[in-house]
Structures are given as C-alpha cells and as structure tokens.
C-alpha cells in the first residue's frame, strides 16, 4: 500500500523492532513463571468443570489443593497426569475427588515419566480437536452464510441477564449489527475465579461464564441463518482470569475476546507480573481458536489527552503486535485499539483523528484495527452526541477500520437502550455506504496537517519505544508512561498467584496451540 | 406589541413556536410489532401522559417484534414557576488562584481532599476530571492547585479503604464518584459510605462530597453529603466548596 502520509518506512521498522526486543525481554520473565490461572486454564482444558457445593469452581479447588500441598511449581498437568495413571479415573473425577477430600492429588505415589506425559497428551489433544472443530465450524459458517462488510459493526449488550441480553442481540443483528458484545458486570475483572452456570443479575453488565457464552453463542447462531450473515461474539479476556476466559471461549466458539497485554495493569491495578504471564498464555489459546483480539489502548485516551498522548497509543500498538506474535497471533487476529477522544472543540480535530486512525491503517495493514467511539466527550446532549458518531464513522470508512465500536448518542447516561442501538447502527450504515470508497479517492495534501500530524506521531512513539527499550517496560510502566497511570512491580492485585516454575514443569497447550497445525 | 402574550410564570408549558403550544417531542420503544395497530398504541399512551394532539411522526421497525416511534404531543398540564425552590450550591465559585489565594490567606495550611470511585464502580472518568492534574476541558484538576494535597486512589475502592485513607492522611474532604448507576447501585453504595462514617464519629469532622451524571446536590444531601455535583462541574466548583467549608469549620 502506498503510504498517504508520507510515512517514513525506516522510522516504522525502528519501532517495531524496538517493541520486539520489549517483548523479546518480558518473555523471558513470562518463560519462568505461571500462575494459578493459567494452571486453572489447563485444568479446565484437560476436561475440569462444575462448582463445588459452595459454588467454587472445582479448577479452583484443583489448584488451591496443588498450591497447599506445596506442588504448583511442576504444574496441574502433571498432577493430574499423575493422578490420571495411578487412579485410572478422568480429569473431571479426580477434580471431584480432591473437592470431596478423597483424594490427595499431591500426596500420590508418583508414576513413570512418560506414562503421565502420554496420559496428559491423550486428553490435552482432545480437548485440541474441539478447539479445531471450533474452528472450522465457524469458516463453514463464513463460506456459506456469509459476513458483514467491514468495518464490521459491533454493539453491546449489558442487561445483567443473559436472556434479556439474547433479546437484544438478536434485535440488533436483525438491526445489522456483526458483533455483539456482551458486557460483563462491573468488578468480574477482579474476581479470582470465574463464575459458572447461567446468570440473571448483574451491574452494568452480565457474568462471563461459559454456560452464557454458550446459550448466547447459540441464539447468536440462529439469527445468523436467519439474517444470512455469521454474528460474531465478543467477551473479555482480562482481569485476573484472563486464560481462563480465552479457553472458555475457545470451547464454545467466541470470535472476538479484549486482551490487552497491559490494560489490567494500567486500569484494574492488577499486578504487572500476574497479567503479563496471564496474557501470554490467553492469547496462545486465542490465537489458535481463531479468535480475534481487540487490544484497549482506548482506555489510554480517557485518562490521558488524546491530542498529547496519541504517541503512547500507537507505542502500545507495537508493544501489543509483538506479544501477540508471540503467541502465536496472526495479524489478521489483531484488533489493534485506538479511539475517537479529542475534545470536539478544537480547531481542525477531525483531521487530527483523521491522520491517526489513517496512520494506524498504513502502520498495520492486515489488522483488523479496532475503532473506539467518542465517550470522554458526550455530554447528554444526544443530538450532539449523534453527530459526533457520525463524525466518527465518516473517518471508520475512510480509512479502513476492522471493527466499528459503535457510539451511541445516549453514552454518559446510561447502558444503551433497544432504540439506542437501532440508531447508532442506522447511523453507521448510513455513513459506511454513502461513502464507501472515498479512502480510495481521496489522497492528502502532501505536507498538509494530516501528513504533518501522522509523521510526528510516529516520530514520538519511535522515540517512547526506545526509550521503553532501554528502560524495560516494567520501569517504564513504574513511571507512568502508559496512559499517565503508574503502578509498581510488587504492588496491584494478584501477584500471590505467581509462582516460579520447576525445571521439569509442563504444560502441554503450548506446544500444542503453539506448535500444532492451524 | 399588540397580539403577543406575555409568560404567564405560574402557568408555564413547553413552547414550541408559539407561547402555549405545549409542544413536546419524545421518543420511545413499545414490545408490540411494528404497524398500525403499533402506532395507535402510542398515540393512545401518550394521550394517558397527557398530551393533545398525539402524532407519531416516524416509528421503526426494531426486529423482535418490538416497534420504535419518534412523536409529538401538546402537553396539557403546566407548572407554577414562582414558587419553585431547588436546593443548590449556592454559591459564587472561585477560578483556580481566587481558590490557592482563599487557602493561604484564610486557612493557611494544605487542605486535604482524599478521592475514589467506590465500590464496584471502575469508571474513573469523573474522578479524574476533577482530581488529576491534567483535569477536564481546559480545567484544571485538584493535584495542580497550590495549596491542595489531592489524592485520587483511582477505581473499585471499597468504602472501608476510602475512610481508612481518610484517616490515615487526615484528610479535610473525601470525594466520592459513582458514574455506575445502574439498579441504583450508586443510592446503596454512597448511603453506606454515610453510615459507616457515622459509625466511626468521622462524619462531622470531614467533608462529604459526591458527583457522578446521575447525582444532584438535593440527592446528595438527602443521602447526608455536604454537597453534590453533577454534570458539567469542575476542579474549582469542589474546589470553592471545600475550601469554605473547610475556613468555616475553623471559626
């Protein structure tokens, strides 16, 4: 693609490769450790689910009982591999066994070497096969059913109750949405547990759990013959149980999932360690369930000023691409972040919102970019508020975004209602075909405002990028230089999670996702 | 000026383009199938909320059997605009220098303002528009005020944190924001803050203060704050607020 920024392609490869040894350094912090999380993850992908009878969830009782008897470090795969051979039951079983106290997973007598590793392998590979299933499930999907146009839209649905949400889904796919959301109640992020079984309340939005993804995934389903185009769903993977999510969705065939290597850190003061390890394991299962993920530099803009801090936006692009190919994230998965934020009174805004969302287009060309409504600035005025989507849409189509957040004009009163949605969408579609190809007609001023703007952008965050490089991106995040929030290493929730990894620990889903065929 | 009529202020109805004319336009969502039998149904509910006249200008088809309708009515009812009484701040608000000026010459030492989004609430848009030194519009926050120790301790705080912090800095103000409001989980979370400082015997000695879209100064003090602010205030609303209240605690 033939850069209209006039970008300078040498400032973009330093950059990126700046953010590459970034990630290249973190790694080798994540190679050493788990977390309980990621040993709940295994646990649920070996086949372990259900609730004890104070509704803890048997992956928990799994793990808690492995970190008492003083055995995390080797890892739940081989415990369970272990208690797989010498008692002959599966996962499931023994998980109940441990929550009745009638087995003491860590106390067995330990089993020949490679008759746990082929145990583990024969119910990891399983496990495996659905993952793929999954898949291909969804590509039959695609290739008969079809798919919206991108920018693809995508609403929310935060009703706290996973029937009421179904309503709403289903009425705005019939609207013309290609993505529904479903939020998920204030404060889950913080649980260290995912909840289970259906849910009919909560606050601002509805429990992920992996029964609701599964009886939205269906209604979603049904209205996608109906409306003759395959609806995307769309959750969380963050907080504290971020790979847990990812395989929840992986099983019941999410599309899209949040995952941003970071954001737990800058904005749920979660400990920076615990997320790091936590998202390279998600993101691995995301990446071979063919899930995109949508990454939330957004959230730097609510914080920060978007006019002063656009740099720190496209710096954590880089940083995120690369975590994401470590995974194993093809850029085609990528739902790279960025937001409509500045303050709609300042002279010329459009074109400065206009030169990024374009900037990030050329910067990332196969990604699926992720496009954030105006929220900072909606005022209750919905009639303004209108426009400002409008506005919004108008720079979507142009410049080629992915994935189309749309705004609703009722933002900064209240979660969206069944109308608010049916306009926002009504709104986009408008703009989207009324203007579609204007990206391919119009070029900019050659150092215009538009060019000059992307080009100082870059220059700033090649800049922040090599700075973070000789910093490392934990003394980097210590001073605050991601959306203007500082944390510590030691400090946020969750690093009692962490646990260092013994020489001999395995855990079989990342060769397996990671090294398997796709 | 024969022919226009004079705002009869204990008579007022909405105008539309001429005094009187009660025009009012609403939109809403009935869950009945789009069609005229769906029209007729708004026409007739909005007649029951009191308007002539109803006319459904556009309705909209939402799927799920559930219809949507842009209208127009003639309000019949009106209010007596005389003898209304809205409790406010009711004061003159201070820009940034009138309010580090006030500290230094009347209170001369640091006001201590401690703020949080409590409970489940993890949007700190509101917090930090009036706490964080960058602030909102072209306002600036609490943290740049000279004068001012502003610590904002960011999202999900729980009340006992809050007042534990309230204590441990001294502080002279605690600012509360709940943007979550839905289910009225702000009504339970900011009542419990009151009652938990009461229970310490904090509650008369520190500044009580909340804001969020949804919270009016007649809300906050009939939850038992000392003030409100919604939307569209500022740094130095609170700011004036606090530092008053603080000069006249002295006394």
């Given amino acids: 693609m033939e850069s209209k920024l006039n970008l300078n392609p040498a400032l973009i490869d330093s950059a ?159 609207q013309g949405a290609d993505v529904i959301a479903v939020i998920r109640t204030t404060a889950q992020s913080l649980l260290d547990y995912v909840p289970y079984g259906p849910t009919t309340e909560g606050f601002g939005g509805t429990f992920a759990t992996q029964e609701n993804f599964r009886i939205m995934r269906r209604a979603l389903d049904e209205i996608g013959e109906e409306v003759g185009r395959y609806i995307r769903l769309c959750n969380y993977c963050s907080g504290l149980c971020m790979p847990e999510i990812a395989a929840m969705g992986a099983m019941e065939r999410l599309d899209v999932m949040l995952n941003d290597a970071l954001y737990g850190i800058l904005f749920r003061d979660i400990n920076m360690q615990r ?61 790279l972040g960025h937001a409509f934020e500045m303050n709609p009174t300042l002279e010329n805004g459009f074109l400065y919102e206009l030169a990024q969302a374009q900037m990030a287009r050329e910067i990332f060309p196969k990604a699926p970019l992720k496009y954030m409504p105006p929220t900072k600035f909606m005022t209750g005025n919905i009639f303004k508020g209108h426009l400002q989507d409008a506005l919004f849409n108008f720079i979507s189509v142009w410049t080629h975004q992915g994935i189309q957040l749309l705004g609703m004009p009722t933002e900064a009163i ?105 | 000026m024969e022919g226009i009529q004079k705002v009869d202020l204990t008579k007022v109805k909405p105008y539309g383009d001429t005094l009187n004319d009660g025009m009012v336009q609403m939109s809403f969502s009935l869950p009945v199938p789009y069609g005229d039998e769906a029209c007729e149904a708004a026409r007739q509910l909005a007649s029951k909320m009191g308007f002539d006249d109803p006319a459904v200008v556009y309705s909209k088809d939402l799927g799920v059997g559930y219809t949507y309708f842009v209208m127009y009515g003639k309000c019949t009812h009106t209010v007596d605009y005389t003898t209304i009484e809205v409790p406010k701040v009711s004061m003159e608000f201070m820009d940034r220098h009138e309010v580090e000026d006030y500290i230094s010459e009347n209170i001369k030492r640091d006001v ?44 999900q705080v729980p009340n006992e944190e809050l007042i534990a912090k309230a204590i441990e800095v001294k502080a002279d103000a605690i600012l509360v924001s709940q943007v979550v409001t839905q289910k009225d989980v702000h009504i339970a979370n900011l009542t419990q803050l009151v009652e938990m400082m009461e229970a310490e015997g904090l509650r008369d000695k520190i500044i009580l203060v909340c804001g969020g879209p949804r919270i009016s100064h007649e809300l906050a003090q009939e939850l038992g704050y000392d003030a409100g602010f919604g939307s569209g205030s500022f740094a130095n609303h609170v700011a004036t607020f606090v530092v008053k209240k603080v000069a006249e605690k002295m006394v």
């Fill in chain 2, 112 to 155: 201590v303002i401690v703020g949080a989004c409590t409970g489940t609430d993890a949007h700190t848009v509101g917090i930090d528009a009036i706490m964080n030194m960058k602030g909102f519009d072209g306002n600036y926050g609490l943290e740049r005020y000279k004068g001012i120790e502003a610590i904002n301790m960011g999202s």
């Fill in chain 1, 16 to 174: 990126r490769s700046a953010a590459g040894r970034i990630a290249e350094n973190v790694q080798l912090f994540i190679d050493k450790n788990t977390t309980v999380t990621v040993e709940r993850t295994i646990a649920r992908l070996m086949g372990v689910d259900g609730v004890d009878e104070i509704d803890k969830p048997l992956p928990n009782v799994l793990v808690d009982s492995i970190k008492e008897g003083g055995g995390l470090s080797r890892g739940v795969a081989f415990w369970l591999g272990n208690a797989m051979v010498q008692t002959g039951k599966a996962p499931q079983e023994i998980a109940e066994g441990v929550s009745a106290g009638e087995i003491d997973i860590t106390r067995l007598p330990i089993a020949d070497e490679n008759k746990i590793m082929e145990a583990v392998y024969k119910v990891a590979e399983k496990m495996v096969d659905r993952i793929k299933n999954n898949r291909s499930k969804r590509n039959e999907y695609l290739n008969t059913i079809g798919e919206g146009r991108k920018p693809y839209l995508y609403v929310i649905v935060a009703t706290g109750n996973i029937y009421e949400d179904v309503i709403q889904a289903q009425a705005a796919a019939r």
């Fill in chain 1, 275 to 335: 997320t790091l390890v936590d998202q390279y394991f998600s993101r691995i299962i995301n990446g071979f369930a063919g899930i995109i993920i949508n990454t939330g530099e957004d959230n730097y803009l609510t914080t920060a000023d978007a006019v002063e801090e656009a740099h720190t936006v496209l710096a954590s692009q880089f940083i995120n691409e690369q975590f994401a190919l470590k995974a194993g994230i093809p850029e085609e998965q990528m739902g």
């Fill in chain 1, 414 to 518: 209240h979660t969206p209602h069944l109308q608010d949605r049916m306009l926002s969408i009504e709104n986009a579609q408008y703009i989207f075909n009324n203007a579609r190809d204007i990206g391919e007609e119009v070029e900019f001023k050659k150092d215009g405002i538009i060019q000059k703007r992307a080009q100082e952008v870059l220059a700033k965050a090649e800049e922040l990028l090599r700075d973070i490089e000789n910093e490392g991106i934990f003394d980097t995040i210590e001073k605050g230089k991601f959306g203007g929030v500082k944390r510590s290493f030691a400090g946020g929730k969750g690093l009692e999670g962490v646990v260092e990894k013994h020489e001999n620990y395995f855990n079989p889903f990342i060769d397996l996702l990671l090294g398997g065929d796709r």
